[in-house]
């Protein structure tokens, strides 16, 4: 309290005796007036004696204002300052002020001679000891109902605090009690003083001016006036309310909110509910209820749960009108939190789904308008702290919003619920997993994807801004996790974040560099690189902002595999090598050439190869200098470019000079220049690079000529080749001809051929020879060539199908005989020529398929011809090969660190190695570093090969992988079903292996790209870092139309074929060797259509074009031209729905069950396009059963395999549970009973050896708990389903179904003994109870009283159900059934709390007698009691796998419907018979 300090005056004061009168002198100056001499009566009383009681109180007044002057003088001893200051009275009232000891004119505020106990002290005595007590009173009342007037001086000082100047003190200061307040504090003055101020109140609210008080700073009375009965509230809180309600109905409107904002202070807490319905009334309009001044009273209300239900409905309505200022939403929120105090479920989940539905109309309603979304970060951060501190206080708020994020329907969660997770996580960190795992299973699920991250930066960005270092903490363990799904959410995720928030660039960047330099795990690794990689093409300027940062990664290098090394130096040498445009990171360029000159000079094989990939990155980086293309240049240019000398100086010089570089280092390793040139050639053919720029022009052009020029003196010749060991060789496969595609080349050209017998048989002395550098540096060549003419290969095109020297027997029918004359060394060089010469043809055909020539294309077909007769050769070879024979390497990027590091490089000279003369293939073998990367054969078998029509490769057929652009031999391509082709067919038409290989060569990319198997080995040999997923769907997407025609093409062939034999799946004629071929190539089809509508990245925003043209083109290309165009104006979910109907008339062509699953998961993929937009709830029901309708077929069908049988094994029964799950999703209790039903009636069928199901033909007794898994999961899938819903009605109706359906599932588990089977029913039983205690109680309760013979019927059939639990855990104790009897100690605790809970529900409505509580005994599945020697369970001693046993276990039972409750049971078990109770009482329950 402040307080003023002043001084005294050091003179003493003169001794007062009170009995006498005083003498006041004069002072020394003549400014002092006459003495004057005053008699004062010891007493108030005493100086009333000497005037009459007669007169009148006005002239009592006068007669006694000198004598009650001197004597207030005399008993305060103030100074004479405080007698200058001092004036008459002008009523009675004052005159009481006076004599109580207040100044009433100094300054702004009363002056009080005392403190405010010493004031209402004097003011009672005086009124107390008064013989006209009742009078002067009133008369006082008077007075101060005058003062209290809107011009009296008066009134803001009684309303205000006063100025304490006390005797004897040495300080002055203010009080916050106002004089006012001291009236109050006085029994019988307290109602007359409380009328006054209620009648002046009413006066003042009335008013259309606001009345203000009289002083220096005037202030509004009413509030003043309303603050003085904060005290008064509780003995007076019917009057006041009654006063303030009647002047609330009269008061203006500024009046009204004066009185709202002191309801808090004036009102009791019983009134408020009251005071509240007041406000209803008076203020019909939200807009005008909820001002900020009556949200803050409100808020601090202390309201009944019925009131705050209408007050949330108010809010409700409220905020959801669209008038709601976002400045008032927080405190609106803030109101509605207040119904935590009551703390009770319902209340609780009340407020929980208004607040959701609040959010959820704001949502909607910026997502409707056009408008600009005005974020106010103010408002928005306070919004989401009232929620942070309603989590923190109120720990039934924050599981509610945990249960209902966990139980929302699939397309129910909002931007607002991943809020709320970050939330969550936040208030209580421990709870984070559990949390996490919410968020997991939902994108498994794929019910989240990425774009919610662009709907929470659109509505809450700052929200989102403040927690995102807990977002971040999320997505660093998804990045960790093993499942693609969550991965790539959380890869995805990074690049919106990063893309969305710019102050988190530098932190994101941190955390991938991170991963990547994580040493546990190598997918994590890869991924992180990748991310990086992406990061930095899609935003370089933002990457190249932060080059500093990926300096550490320097350090990292030796830890990584080669292609981690490969993206981690692409990265780096981009960020260090920019485009021309861009400033260069100096520090960074300096560390990079450093590292890779030093590890090109390393002289252990896998750091050299490290070194040899950066070499390539950085040459790339450096010569990307052109903004075009030479593709898009108007004119030809071919600039000569003999030597380094000739190019210009600059970047392009020196990526030629490094170059030169590595080739010197590694020159003397065939390996090494293999990996170089198949590195270089990459990079030079990426799609989507990470920078905008072009090589150089002269540099490619230099370059170009270079390669060409090597291939031609190192592997073409023109020699007649001569017997090598042994071995006849000759020309062979010459298909070259003169004609309008080579015209312009010269005829002796036409004679060249490619020399592999002899690279193989008698090895060139230099490494630039090698048969291992051929195939890399003809991929260079033709890349390099491609770049220069604008993608054409006229230059080289006679290398398609110029003559290849081979031996003499290679296409001699005999080949098996002739093959097994040579002995093992011979044999492995001749393998070693096969395999060589496929790899050729391969890489040959990749490169000329997308030539446009029409000769080209008969070439091309004709080679594909070859290669695939060629490869069936080889698979019959293979099972003769000798036992240590290895394929030739066909890769040369070594993912496996260990080995190359433990090779030890062998004496002599780093040259000699590849000077010394290998004669033969094995030597070639021992002298390599490469890594052994295929299995070695079998031994020789004599057997015929058979066709394996689900895999064409075996493991030991490991060839070059084709190019994606051979899939343009698909397009406006002839497809021919003859087998084998005609003559007059052959490069012209399309047979059934050439589409086979076709298609099961893209499929195989396809599951690379679409599973983004980056980091296996497989997928490393497809190649899919060349291009970006985008890119590559972009490119197969051209083919689409032909490949649909084609699919057309082969459905009718089976359809047709069908017919003749009666649709009998079993009949011979089905599964010949031609027909097996259309299957195969049908599912392939299928499964081509699955694969690429099932990639996750078509979740993404900017594929969403793409994504719109491959279905557009999809449904056009079976419509006629003049209907085409009414198409492109449909959305994706509409082309997707045309799609699914399109794919669907299929399943009558479907012959095998691969291709079923497949057909099953394309029409999923296209469901799930056509649901993800837009409310058609009505499209996606019938969309999901059809499904559900083609797995119902599937599974009724019998399957067999390509070889007539029936189909079986581990790989049919992975499809069958996808089937059984298909089937039984989302299925209705209506549906599952009469499933059940049908399976009861044939299950025990299954019990007879090699009997299957009648109306499921795939399952027999084996396999059928894949089926009753399915049953299980559905049950408690709909159950939390429809619990979530919150459905009115009947309650009990759900839980009585589901019984009825978990004693359905019973039936069969007894039915059909199945070990398996008694672990699903178990572990699904147990889930249904503990829900049944979670959300079933509760409806017992309610009708337990209503309809108790209900009640009976449900409880008994729930009893059939832990009966059997119980006999089942006995059975499986005794037959020692470890799976089983880890699931008894929860079981138990289970069991034993619902029975108590019943117990206690029947307690409560006084039917104790009906429930009873005894042993069980312990019986087995088949009723036989269990007899078990006493100490059993206790002979051993600390055993794991014992668990503790109870004597005696509870059952609940029901008595007859006799009962006075009405609730029946069943009788106590008989105790009859001699048996004891160690050996039959139950040891689990």
């Known amino acids: 309290m402040y307080r ?172 916050q009690n106002s004089m006012f307040m001291n009236f109050l504090m006085i029994d019988f003055m307290r109602d007359p003083c409380l009328e006054v101020l209620l009648n002046r109140m009413e006066e003042v609210a009335t008013s259309d001016q606001v009345i203000k008080g009289q002083g220096a700073i005037a202030m509004p009375l009413l509030p003043l006036m309303m603050a003085q009965m904060r005290y008064l509230t509780l003995s007076h809180k019917d009057q006041i309310y009654k006063r303030i309600e009647g002047i609330f109905n009269r008061a203006t409107d500024s009046s009204k909110l004066d009185i709202i904002s002191n309801a808090e202070f004036m009102l009791d807490a019983s009134m408020h509910d009251e005071f509240v319905e007041l406000l209803f009334i008076n203020y019909s309009c939200s807009e005008q209820l909820f001002n900020m001044t009556t949200v803050h009273t409100l808020s601090n209300l202390s309201l009944s749960a019925k009131t705050q239900d209408k007050l949330r409905l108010r809010i409700l309505e409220f905020t959801t009108s669209g008038t709601c200022p976002d400045s008032t939403l927080p405190h609106l929120i803030r109101l509605l939190l207040n119904s935590l105090i009551l703390d009770t479920d319902d209340s609780v989940r009340e407020m929980v789904s208004t607040l959701r539905e609040i959010f959820n109309w704001r949502h909607r309603a910026l997502n409707d308008s056009s408008a600009p979304t005005a974020n106010d970060k103010k408002s928005q951060l306070e919004l989401f702290g009232f929620l942070k501190l309603g989590l923190i206080r109120s720990h039934r708020f924050y599981q509610m919003w945990q249960r209902l994020i966990a139980t929302l329907p699939a397309d129910g969660f909002t931007a607002l619920d991943l809020i709320m997770i970050l939330l969550l996580i936040h208030v209580n960190e421990d709870n984070s997993l559990y949390i996490e795992n919410i968020l997991r299973r939902r994108i498994k699920l794929n019910q989240i994807t990425v774009n919610i991250l662009e709907d929470v930066k659109q509505h809450y960005p700052h929200i989102l801004e403040k927690n995102i270092s807990t977002l971040m903490h999320i997505l660093h363990d998804f990045m960790c996790e093993k499942n693609a799904a969550v991965s790539e959410f959380a890869k995805s995720s990074y690049s919106v974040l990063f893309k969305i928030f710019t102050t988190i660039q530098k932190n994101i960047l941190r955390k991938l560099l991170d991963l990547a330099c994580d040493k546990s795990s190598q997918h994590l690794t890869t991924m992180a690189l990748h991310l990086l990689r992406e990061l ?178 190192n592997f073409a010749t023109e020699t007649i080749p001569k017997p090598i060991n042994g071995i006849q060789l000759e020309y062979q496969k010459n298909i070259n001809e003169l004609d309008e595609s080579i015209v312009n080349i010269e005829s002796d050209v036409l004679g060249i051929a490619i020399n592999i017998s002899e690279l193989v048989l008698s090895p060139k002395t230099e490494a630039s020879g090698s048969i291992y550098v051929m195939t890399p540096l003809f991929y260079l060549v033709r890349m390099l060539n491609q770049n220069c003419y604008r993608g054409s290969l006229d230059v080289i095109n006679a290398l398609l199908g110029c003559a290849i020297v081979l031996p003499s027997f290679f296409e001699d029918e005999n080949y098996m005989a002739i093959f097994d004359n040579y002995d093992e060394q011979q044999q492995k060089h001749i393998l070693s020529i096969y395999f060589h010469t496929i790899n050729w043809i391969r890489v040959t055909i990749s490169a000329f398929a997308a030539q446009i020539h029409r000769g080209t294309r008969e070439r091309v077909l004709l080679r594909l011809g070859e290669l695939i007769r060629m490869e069936q050769r080889v698979k019959s070879l293979l099972t003769h090969a000798p036992p240590n024979f290895v394929v030739p390497p066909y890769q040369f990027l070594d993912c496996s660190k260990q080995k190359a590091t433990l090779h030890k490089r062998q004496g002599g000279k780093p040259g000699a190695k590849a000077h010394e003369t290998a004669l033969e293939e094995d030597e070639i073998c021992n002298i390599t570093t490469l890594v052994d990367l295929t299995l070695k054969v079998a031994p020789c078998k004599t057997n015929k090969t058979k066709i394996d029509f689900e895999q064409l490769y075996g493991p030991r057929e490991k060839y070059r992988p084709m190019d994606v ?85 082969l459905a009718k062939a089976i359809d047709e074929e069908l017919a003749n034999v009666n649709h009998v799946y079993s009949n011979l004629d089905l599964f010949k060797e031609r027909f097996n071929y259309i299957k ?194 559905v049950l408690i899938h709909s159950l939390n389903a429809q619990l979530s819903a919150e459905k009115e009605g009947d309650s009990l109706r759900l839980w009585e179904s589901t019984v009825n359906l978990l004693n359905g599932l019973l039936n069969i588990v007894q039915l059909v003994e199945q070990p398996r089977n008694f672990g699903l029913f178990l572990k699904h039983s147990q889930l249904f109870l503990k829900l049944f205690l979670q959300r079933g109680m509760s409806v017992l309760e309610t009708i337990v009283r209503r309809d108790p013979d209900r009640l009976t019927k449900f409880l008994q059939e729930l009893q059939k159900v832990t009966r059997f639990l119980h006999q089942l855990c006995c059975h499986s104790r005794s037959i020692i059934n470890t799976a089983i009897i880890s699931y008894i100690p929860s079981l138990r605790e289970t069991i034993e709390t619902l029975i108590f809970r019943v117990k206690a529900l029947l307690a409560v409505n006084n039917c104790n007698s009906a429930f009873h509580m005894g042993n069980m005994i312990n019986r087995d599945l088949h009723g036989y009691s269990i007899v078990t020697p006493v100490g059993s369970f206790i002979s051993e001693e600390n055993s794991d796998e014992e668990l503790p046993a109870d004597d005696t276990s509870v059952d609940e039972t029901v008595l007859d419907a006799d009962n006075i409750s009405n609730i029946s049971a069943s009788t106590r078990p008989s105790t009859s018979g001699s048996r004891s109770k160690s050996s039959s009482r139950s040891k689990c329950f």
């Open 965 to 1049: 652009r051979i899939l343009v031999l698909l397009e406006k391509q002839e497809l021919s079903l003859n087998y084998p082709l005609e003559d007059k067919e052959k490069g012209n038409a399309l047979g059934l292996l050439e589409l086979r290989f076709l298609l099961e060569d893209v499929v195989q990319k396809l599951k690379a790209t679409v599973h983004d198997q980056q980091d296996s080995l497989d997928s490393v040999f497809l190649h899919p870092h060349r291009i970006s997923p985008e890119s590559f769907l972009h490119d197969i997407c051209q083919s689409m139309i032909d490949l649909n025609n084609h699919l057309k093409v």
């Open 4 to 175: 003023k300090y002043k001084k005294r005056g050091q003179k003493p004061l003169n001794t007062i005796d009170e009995n006498n009168s005083i003498k006041i002198p004069l002072p020394a100056d003549n400014e002092t007036g006459n003495k004057t001499d005053v008699s004062v009566a010891p007493t108030s009383s005493g100086s009333e004696e000497n005037i009459p009681a007669s007169q009148e109180h006005t002239q009592r007044f006068l007669s006694q204002h000198s004598a009650i002057l001197a004597a207030t003088l005399g008993r305060t001893q103030s100074s004479s300052r405080n007698l200058s200051l001092s004036r008459q009275p002008n009523n009675f009232f004052e005159l009481v002020l006076i004599r109580a000891g207040v100044q009433l004119d100094q300054g702004d505020t009363l002056v009080l001679s005392c403190d405010h106990v010493s004031i209402v002290s004097k003011l009672r005595d005086m009124f107390m000891s008064a013989p006209s007590y009742a009078d002067k009173l009133e008369t006082f009342k008077a007075g101060l109902n005058s003062a209290m007037g809107p011009k009296s001086k008066l009134s803001q000082k009684l309303l205000t605090g006063c100025t304490v100047d006390a005797a004897g003190e040495e300080q002055i200061y203010q009080s």
């Open 536 to 713: 930095l093409r899609k935003s370089f300027k933002d990457v190249q902002n932060c080059a500093s940062l990926f300096l550490p990664m320097l350090d990292r290098l030796s830890d990584l595999t080669l292609p981690q090394t490969r993206l981690a130096m692409e990265v780096l040498c981009n960020l260090a090598f920019p485009e021309p445009k861009l400033p260069e990171s100096l520090p960074l360029q300096e560390q990079v050439e450093m590292v890779v000159k030093k590890q090109l000079i390393n002289r252990t094989e896998y750091v050299k190869k490290q070194g040899i990939i950066g070499s390539v990155q950085l040459i790339n980086a450096i010569s990307c200098t052109e903004e075009r293309s030479l593709d898009d240049g108007d004119e030809d240019f071919s600039p000569a470019v003999d030597s380094i000398d000739g190019l210009p100086d600059g970047r392009s010089k020196v990526a030629a000079n490094l170059i030169t570089l590595t080739e010197s280092s590694i020159i003397n390793s065939a390996e090494s220049l293999a990996l170089f040139y198949e590195e270089l050639a990459t990079v030079i053919s990426q799609r989507c690079p990470i920078s905008s720029y072009w090589n150089d022009k002269y540099f490619t052009m230099w370059l170009c000529e270079l390669m060409t020029y090597r291939f031609q003196h």
């Open 1080 to 1273: 195969t190539c049908f599912g392939l089809c299928i499964q081509y259509f699955s694969l690429y509508f099932s990639w996750g990245g078509w979740s993404d925003e900017s594929n969403s074009k793409q994504l719109h043209e491959s279905l557009y083109i999809l449904h056009t290309s079976r419509l006629p031209g003049l209907n085409v165009p009414t198409y492109k104006k449909q959305t994706i979910p509409q082309l997707a729905t045309l799609n699914f109907d399109y794919f669907l008339k299929y399943e009558k062509s479907v012959l095998n069950l691969s291709t079923a699953v497949q057909l099953h998961r394309l029409l999923c993929s296209l469901r799930t396009l056509g649901g993800g937009w837009g409310d058609a709830s009505q499209t996606r029901f019938r969309l999901a059963e059809d499904t559900r309708v083609l797995c119902d077929k599937f599974l009724r069908r019998k399957w067999f395999h390509f070889s007539s049988n029936l189909d079986k094994g581990a790989q049919c029964n992975i499809y069958l549970d996808e089937l059984v799950k298909g089937f039984l999703k989302n299925s209705t209790s209506a549906r599952q009973n009469e499933l059940l039903n049908e399976l009861i009636k044939e299950c025990k069928i299954l019990n007879t050896k090699d009997k299957a199901l009648i109306s499921f033909p795939n399952f027999k007794k084996a396999n059928f708990p894949l089926l009753f898994r399915g049953l299980c999961e």
